[in-house]
Nanobody, 120 residues
Framework: QVQLVESGGGLVQPGGSLRLSCAAS??????????MGWYRQAPGKERELVAT???????NYPDSVKGRFTISRDNAKNLVYLQMNSLKPEDTAVYYC????????????WGQGTQVTVSS
C-alpha cells in the first residue's frame, strides 16, 4: 500500500507563491513508472485536475493554471512538487496529490490533502 503525504499549504496573499510537496512511500521503481498529479477541491465544487506529470516527465495543465503552476518530480526521492505562482483567490482549495500506476500494474492512490488559502 502506497501512502502519499502532502505538505506546503498555507495562507498566502494574492500574487504570492507557494510550493507544495508530495512524498510517496513504497518502491522507487513503481513511483518512477507512475503518473503523478495534483488535484484541488474548493468548497461546494467538484475535484478538478491541476497538473499531471508522466513517467517521461511530460506535463499537462488546464488553462486555469497554465503559465502560473509548474509540476515536477524527483524520482530518486519519490517526491512530486507543485510550484504555484501569481496565486489568485480562486486558487483557494484543498490540494490533493495523486499517483496512478502503469497500465501493467494499475493503481490509484490519493493523499489526505493540504489547504491552500489565497486571501488578503
Amino acid at each position: 500500500q502506497v501512502q502519499l503525504v502532502e505538505s506546503g499549504g498555507g495562507l498566502v496573499q494574492p500574487g504570492g507563491s507557494l510550493r507544495l510537496s508530495c512524498a510517496a512511500s513504497g518502491s522507487a521503481f513503481m513511483f518512477s513508472m507512475s503518473t503523478m498529479g495534483w488535484y484541488r477541491q474548493a468548497p461546494g465544487k467538484e475535484r478538478e485536475l491541476v497538473a499531471t506529470i508522466m513517467p517521461d516527465a511530460s506535463t499537462n495543465y488546464p488553462d486555469s493554471v497554465k503559465g502560473r503552476f509548474t509540476i515536477s518530480r524527483d524520482n530518486a526521492k519519490n517526491l512530486v512538487y507543485l510550484q504555484m505562482n501569481s496565486l489568485k483567490p480562486e486558487d483557494t482549495a484543498v490540494y490533493y496529490c495523486n499517483m496512478k500506476g502503469p497500465n501493467w500494474r494499475p493503481s490509484d492512490y490519493w493523499g489526505q490533502g493540504t489547504q491552500v488559502t489565497v486571501s488578503s
